[in-house]
């Protein structure tokens, strides 16, 4: 199995980075009680010239194992998952915008 990262870009607008990291860190708490979570890191531009400030990665041991926590997230609008939980992406609030996407290594 190929480990696969969920990396969420987000534009996390001044006075929103509190809230940013927080939400970040309740699901990281969340995804640590999964299978197949590997680990997550967080990243904040050191330089504030573009709107995607934020980066988070999440690695998970195989894209099965990243389906399984996001499972009916993809079916429905809010993102919910079959614990309740807003998967994608989703669970930032306005006027926090995240860009999700999912990627397997190719190339080191």
Known sequence: ????SAINCIEVPV????VAVS???EYVAYFRTKAGF???TFYRAS???DAINFINIVVWSSQEAYDAV???GFSNFEGLNA??????????PAPIVVHPGVYEIIGG
């Open 15 to 18: 006075g929103s980075e509190d």
């Open 47 to 49: 330089i504030q010239n």
């Open 23 to 25: 939400i970040r860190d």
């Open 38 to 40: 590997v680990s997550s």
């Open 83 to 92: 614990d309740g939980k807003k998967v994608l992406g989703k669970g930032f």
């Open 1 to 4: 199995m190929t480990e696969i």
């Open 70 to 72: 996001v499972n009916e």
